[in-house]
């Protein structure tokens, strides 16, 4: 069996305009350290064998991890659409939207739609490719939604709807 796999699917090209000064940010410093990791890597090179440098391998590894990042970046950061800030309606549910839902067991839970480039579970943004955000776009306050999960069907009723 080989190692081919499929392609991912694309991501949606849409950002907010924090994420996506966010990411030019993280390119800015990513050169950054690449700078220094090239230093360390010419200092371990001059140390001599190569096969059993430890720090030459591990610097090598980031390097290639740095380099990766960068590529991604700089092919990612032309190709995104920075969608503006909504206000005019705030009962519908649309890209950059924090939505609060209340779940079956009464737990209020709140979310930011984002881009697929600036999701963060631990800020409670989602991705607007993500089953849940897929189906709030276009809702309104009190509607129902049903989310298919691994685990069976979750029911949420929206709440709040800011922006």
Do not use: C
Request: hydrophobic content about 35%; charged content about 35%.
């Amino acid at each position: 069996m080989g190692r081919w796999r499929p392609p991912q699917p694309k991501s949606s090209p849409y950002i907010t305009a924090e994420g996506f000064r966010m990411l030019e940010q993280e390119l800015k410093s990513i050169w950054l350290r690449r700078r220094e990791v090239t230093k360390a890597l010419a200092a371990a090179a001059a140390e001599g064998d190569r096969s059993e440098n430890a720090e030459y391998i591990y610097r090598k590894k980031e390097l290639r991890e740095i380099d990766r990042r960068i590529r991604y970046l700089q092919k990612r950061l032309p190709d995104l659409k920075i969608v503006p800030k909504r206000e005019d309606d705030t009962e519908l549910i649309f890209f950059g939207a924090w939505v609060t839902l209340e779940t079956e067991s009464g737990e209020e839970i709140t979310y930011r739609i984002v881009g697929p480039d600036e999701f963060d579970p631990a800020s409670s943004f989602i991705s607007m490719d993500a089953p849940l955000a897929r189906a709030l776009l276009k809702r309104t306050i009190g509607d129902e939604v049903t989310i298919r999960t691994e685990h069976g069907e979750v029911t949420y009723v929206i709440v709040d709807v800011s922006y």
